[in-house]
């Protein structure tokens, strides 16, 4: 990208003037359910695909059945399939979120690092932007830890709704952030973001202002980033804000890298899905008869992080027997990246407006301020 283009990527709404209206599509009813009293649990289970019941978030951070389950289904369909695949939501379970967590501390890792210091630098600038006694609602919320930096300025903030598929992560988080904020109410809701979500009526008179950091986003194939991002329209209601991380197409050298780790964390990370189906699925995965791999996709602007077979092996996985030919590749995760241009292109097809977007001096990442459109 020329300096001219990185200079006009920190710039003001009033440069935005392409307008794209959302195609039609289908609108999803509200199902699920919520708790309101913080004493009778830590987290709530919204329900998603595997089925609306709630469910108490165990304290213990142990999967609950209904986890089990829905990993079971997605992994032998996945493995039953032509190019076998594990869908990447997976990969967060108690283990895999540490080791996530291990994985923003990597030299290689310049997502995290990075936009954290966007978000730093910006903090005040985003808080200036949240109406009072709004509510914070942050989808894929992880650690939280990148949320604090803006909670430190939102004084007038209602409450923080941080959703996660991930019951550990969302337990540590809530523990830390009401314990440096207590005045804030905090109500995680564990639920797949890909489903819609119900956000607890005492909330639906508030403005609801979304976060979506991590690059979470890039996950998707761009058809269902953004049927994902007009969902999120739909939860956040009229008029909202979403702050969103994208990350930006770079040296292939670097991105590889950042994938691929020098210490094997990323390997740690991606082999941990084979560790957890042998954990929760009865699975016999020998982990090292698979290998990490990352690969960039010219074609389609993503990592593709693979686990491959390094001989022609079976595996059980709940009382299913699974085929694999040396070589053979389980797909287990995209990781899209974005020019700023294309990344508008995107959110315009799911009804947002850009208003601002900011990057870094070396142009590694994007934070992006979106707004509903009427
Ligand atoms: C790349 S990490 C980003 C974490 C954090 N937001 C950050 O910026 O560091 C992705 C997070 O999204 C969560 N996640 C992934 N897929 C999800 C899904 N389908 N529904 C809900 N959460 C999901 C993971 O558990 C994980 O915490």
């Known amino acids: ?7 006009s990527a920190a710039r003001r709404s009033s440069d935005f003037s392409r307008e794209r209206r959302v195609p039609s599509l289908p609108e999803q009813s509200f199902f699920g359910a919520w708790f309101t009293s913080d004493r009778e649990r830590d987290s709530i289970r919204n329900g998603g695909h595997s089925g609306s019941r709630p469910t108490f978030c165990s304290s213990s951070g142990r999967a609950d059945p209904a986890a089990g389950s ?8 996945g493995l039953s399939a032509p190019q076998k695949s594990i869908p990447s939501r997976f990969l967060y379970d108690a283990a895999g979120s540490a ?4 994985i923003t501390t990597l030299p290689e890792y310049y997502p995290t690092r990075t936009e954290t210091e966007i978000l730093r630098h910006q903090a005040e600038e985003i808080a200036a932007i949240v109406p009072d006694g709004a509510v914070l609602v942050e989808f894929g919320s992880g650690s939280s830890t990148k949320t604090e930096l803006l909670l430190e ?3 007038n903030l209602h409450a923080y709704v941080p959703i996660d598929i991930s019951a550990t992560a969302l337990q540590d988080a809530k523990a830390r952030i009401a314990e440096r904020f207590p005045a804030l109410r905090v109500m995680p809701i564990e639920a797949d973001f890909a489903q819609p979500i119900a956000i607890p009526p005492e909330f639906s ?3 609801l202002f979304g976060f979506f950091p991590g690059s979470t986003i890039g996950n998707l194939r761009p058809v269902d980033a953004v049927a994902l991002l007009a969902s999120m329209r739909r939860t956040l209601g009229p008029d909202a804000h979403l702050i969103i991380g994208a990350d930006l197409k770079k040296n292939v050298r670097r991105l590889l890298a950042a994938y691929d780790d020098a210490d094997g964390v990323t390997a740690a990370f991606n082999l941990n899905l084979l560790a957890r189906a042998n954990r929760e699925l009865d699975a016999n995965f020998k982990l090292d008869q ?6 960039y996709d010219m074609r389609n602007g993503r990592i593709d992080m693979h686990l491959v077979s390094l001989r022609e092996q ?10 694999f030919d040396a070589g053979e590749q389980i797909h287990t995760e995209h990781s899209h990246k974005y020019e700023i241009d294309g990344f508008h292109t995107l959110a315009g097809e799911a009804g947002w407006r850009p208003q601002v977007v900011w990057t870094d001096a070396e142009h590694l990442f994007s934070v992006h301020v979106l707004v509903a459109d009427a």
Do not use: C, Q, Y
């Not at 990208?1 to 200079?7: Q, R």
């Not at 079976?314 to 085929?323: C, E, I, L, P």
């Open 290 to 295: 698979f290998k990490h791999s990352a690969t």
């Open 314 to 323: 079976w595996v059980d996985v709940g009382g299913r027997r699974f085929h």
């Open 205 to 207: 008179t508030r403005p």
């Open 153 to 155: 300025r939102m004084e």
């Open 70 to 77: 829905d990993f079971s289904e997605a992994l032998i369909a």
């Open 99 to 102: 080791l996530f967590e291990k």
């Open 1 to 7: 990208m020329s300096e001219a283009n990185k200079k």
